[in-house]
Structure formats: structure tokens, C-alpha cells
């Protein structure tokens, strides 16, 4: 049975992840659907800023937490330039009340990447149907306050994604070609930034930037 969108043409759709086996299997079902049209991909938020600057795109199905920036950064920028693209934030985590308050400020959309194929199907003829949020400018999302993902440094994430994986002190000096010190210095670091207490904690704030 078809799934097109009834009365329209095929949705154009870009698919922005940094996580290769995402973006791929996001991309798969687009591609399946009579309902869209794969209108191409980015790895990471550079790229969806040039692709999205030339492609004119129904929905942009884009990764909250990527390495060089966050989904809601591309958003914003996009808004600017006076985009019509509707926007759908993959997330790595669940959301409170108050984060998914946040994030229907800024996103058309937002689905947790367990969804299943026909829940994204669903999500994106959803946000292809919603009118097209213009925050005022000055109005932005201030990010330090979503999904507590703080103002890390690029080493500190990389420790982040280590303690999420389970590596020891130890372990993450000698992957990363740094001191055991400099590894706990950093975690205090961490810990002090996202005001966390404890390495299940931390676990969860790498999971919600993206960093597992």
C-alpha cells in the first residue's frame, strides 16, 4: 500500500546526523516512502548549512547534538536566512516536561532515535503540516539550559564519551595520549560545568549531547 502524503507531491526531506548508521537508516526509510523524496544528507552542521543554503528542503530531519554544532544552532541560523524548511531534532534522550517545552520553541518537531519507521514517517508528514516557526530575533534558544549539555571544550567531550563507555581513568589517558591527572582534572571540569555529583550522571550528559 502506498504511503503517499494524499493531494501532494513527494515531501522533500535532508537528513542531517553525525552517527553514519543513522543517517543511513533514516535516509532508507525516506527513500522507501512513496510520500518523500530524499533531498540529500549532511554528517554534521556545516554541512546541513550548505546543503540546506541550496536545496530547497520540506523537512530537515536533524541530529540534536553533533560535534561541531547543535541542531537547534542550525536551526537558528537557517531561521535567519528566512527559511521555509520545517525542522524534526532527533534526540538521544528522553526529555522532561520543561526540555520538551524548550524544544517546541525552536523545532517544528522532535522524535527519540528508538522510533520506529512508521513513527518517523508519521513525525515528519506532522512537522511538514505545521506552520513555519519564526522566532524574533534576539528570541533564540539559549542552549545552556537544553538537556543540560553545558560549554565543554572539545576534550572534554572526548572524556565524556570515554567515561559514558565505561573507560577507566587510566584507559582515557592512555587513548588520548594525556595524563591520569589531566583526566580527573577534566572530569572536575565536566562535573562542575554541568553541576553534576556522580559518573551516572555523567553517563546520562554524554548521551544527551550526543557523545556515546
Known amino acids: 500500500m502506498s504511503d503517499q502524503h494524499p493531494g501532494h ?3 522533500r526531506v535532508v537528513v542531517v546526523d553525525d552517527h553514519a548508521i543513522v543517517r543511513d537508516a533514516v535516509s532508507a526509510v525516506i527513500e522507501m516512502s512513496d510520500a ?3 533531498a540529500g544528507s549532511a554528517s554534521n552542521g556545516t554541512e546541513a548549512l550548505e546543503l540546506l543554503g541550496r536545496v530547497e528542503a520540506d523537512v530537515a530531519v536533524i541530529d540534536f547534538a553533533m560535534p561541531d554544532m547543535t541542531g537547534v544552532d542550525v536551526i537558528n541560523k537557517l531561521r535567519d536566512k528566512g527559511t521555509e ?6 534526540t ?3 526529555m ?3 526540555e520538551r517545552e524548550r524544544l517546541s520553541r525552536c523545532a ?6 528508538e522510533a520506529g519507521r512508521q513513527t518517523l514517517i508519521e513525525a515528519i508528514r506532522a512537522v511538514a503540516d505545521s506552520p513555519c516557526l519564526r522566532p524574533a530575533s534576539g528570541d533564540q534558544m539559549d542552549m545552556s539550559g537544553v538537556l ?6 572539545g576534550r572534554e567531550r572526548d572524556i565524556l564519551r570515554e567515561i559514558a563507555r565505561g573507560h577507566s581513568v587510566d584507559q582515557i589517558a592512555d587513548k588520548l595520549g594525556i595524563s591520569a591527572a589531566t583526566v580527573r582534572k ?7 560545568k554541568l553541576e553534576l555529583n556522580s559518573t551516572s550522571q555523567l553517563v546520562r550528559a554524554a548521551m544527551q549531547i550526543g557523545q556515546y
Open 9 to 11: 507531491l513527494p515531501l
Open 36 to 38: 518523500f523524496e530524499l
Open 85 to 90: 524548511t520545517r525542522f524534526l531534532l532527533l
Open 92 to 94: 538521544g534522550s528522553h
Open 96 to 98: 522532561d516536561e520543561d
Open 108 to 113: 517544528e518537531g522532535f522524535l527519540h532515535k
Open 148 to 153: 543540560g549539555t553545558g560549554d565543554l571544550t
Open 186 to 192: 577534566h572530569r572536575e571540569n565536566i562535573m562542575g
